[in-house]
């Protein structure tokens, strides 16, 4: 049977990838999980961890069954994959604007692109636009990973 998930709960999922934690797909219970990394790193260790508040066992438990049981976790996306400063730069070709496409640009150019192109967008009243295309471009992305797995989505 082919696994089924509901693609917003991948975009959301990719959302909360980070340099701190993974996010994976559960193949059998369509599940979408997020664990520390600290946690899968103490997982290879097989130290006991029942010292551990619950909620700390309770990932302790989820990193040990993704390694043990690696066949049945997909990881979503991580911000490499999704690369949102090419998803910046895009937007800026995508406006009908010239001028304004090039001010944003210039904007995303050096230390600080991330903060600088967000207030730009605020000050422009493109907030929205770029909002609506960044949706997208995490939706194309979400797509994109539940067919190259054949992994039915709704």
């Not at 730009?120 to 929205?128: A, N, P, Q, T």
Request: aromatic letters at 14%.
């Amino acid at each position: 049977m082919k696994a089924k998930v509901k693609l917003s709960d991948v975009i959301d999922g990719m959302e909360m990838q980070s340099y701190e934690s993974n996010t994976f797909f559960n193949l059998k219970t369509g599940d979408i999980i997020a664990v520390d990394n600290t946690a899968l790193r103490k997982a290879e260790d097989d130290e006991p961890y029942d010292h551990l508040p619950d909620w700390q066992q309770e990932e302790m438990k989820m990193a040990i069954d993704i390694l043990e049981n690696e066949e049945n976790y997909i990881s979503l996306p991580t911000q490499f994959d999704i690369h949102e400063y090419s998803m910046m730069e895009n937007f800026c070709y995508s406006l009908p604007d010239e001028d304004i496409g090039n001010e944003l640009l210039s904007s995303i150019r050096g230390k600080g692109a991330f903060r600088r192109f967000k207030e730009k967008i605020f000050y422009l009243g493109l907030e929205d636009k770029w909002y609506q295309f960044r949706d997208k471009c995490y939706k194309d992305i979400a797509i994109e990973w539940c067919e190259n797995h054949d992994i039915e989505y709704f």
